[in-house]
């Protein structure tokens, strides 16, 4: 038996910077669908510089970087929601990644056994299926525990959402509340010890 009392804390990430971002509209409508006992937590890339590894032996990170590595050590699962530019990870995301693992040491803190989902969005006809296998490299380097219980990629994201961010299509809603369901249920295994 699952205990569904003890909610679930995800910090969702959405990797593009753009303020009409599909990927953050994205995010924001799996927070929204998200089942009872089940929080995902939109945080932001916003801000993250590009790594230099001399910026960081002289001034440590950033205040932002370390911010938001301790929310992703502290949540129960990492939600990613990634663009695809150029059939791969969009360089301004993996750049955040690559910051939140310095120093290296700390890696099995922040992502250590982490749940962690891939879901995105695109204007294409591809959706985000190259990017999304991009990223299993990545996850798999920082021993994370990635779930493959569903795949969710977004096509034409430009005729998806309303001018309020609001999913217009109802089977893609429906999709997105399905994989956010599922992804919490494996969160609460892995928190159970059964994952």
């Known amino acids: 038996m ?9 910090v969702g990430l959405a990797g593009s910077l753009r ?5 953050a509209q994205l995010l ?20 993250v510089p590009l ?24 949540a129960d ?10 059939n791969s990870i969009p360089g301004v995301f993996k750049n955040a990644i690559d910051w939140l693992t ?8 922040v992502f250590g056994g982490k749940p962690v989902a891939f879901i995105g969005a695109s204007p294409g006809g591809f959706g985000t299926i190259l990017s999304q296998e991009a990223w299993l490299p990545v996850l798999r380097t920082l021993g ?12 034409r994201a430009h005729k998806v ?7 217009l299509d109802p089977a893609i809603e429906e999709a997105l509340k399905s994989y956010v369901a599922g992804f919490g249920g494996f969160v609460r295994e892995v928190k159970a010890g059964r994952g």
Do not use: C, H
């Not at 924001?28 to 801000?47: C, L, M, N, S, Y």
């Not at 032996?57 to 502290?74: H, Q, Y």
């Open 2 to 10: 699952t205990d569904t009392a003890t909610p679930i804390r995800i």
């Open 19 to 23: 303020s009409g971002s599909f990927n």
């Open 28 to 47: 924001r409508a799996a927070a929204r669908v998200a089942p009872a006992g089940v929080q995902i937590e939109v945080e932001t890339i916003r801000g």
């Open 51 to 74: 790594y230099d590894g001399d910026v960081e032996a002289a001034e440590g990170l950033p205040a932002g970087v370390t911010e938001l590595k301790d929310k992703i050590a502290a």
């Open 77 to 86: 699962g990492l939600f990613l929601v990634t663009p695809e530019y150029n």
């Open 102 to 109: 310095r120093p290296a040491s700390d890696i099995p803190r």
């Open 144 to 155: 994370t525990q990635p779930w493959f219980g569903g795949r969710l990629m977004v096509s």
């Open 161 to 167: 959402f309303d001018e309020g961010g609001a999913i």
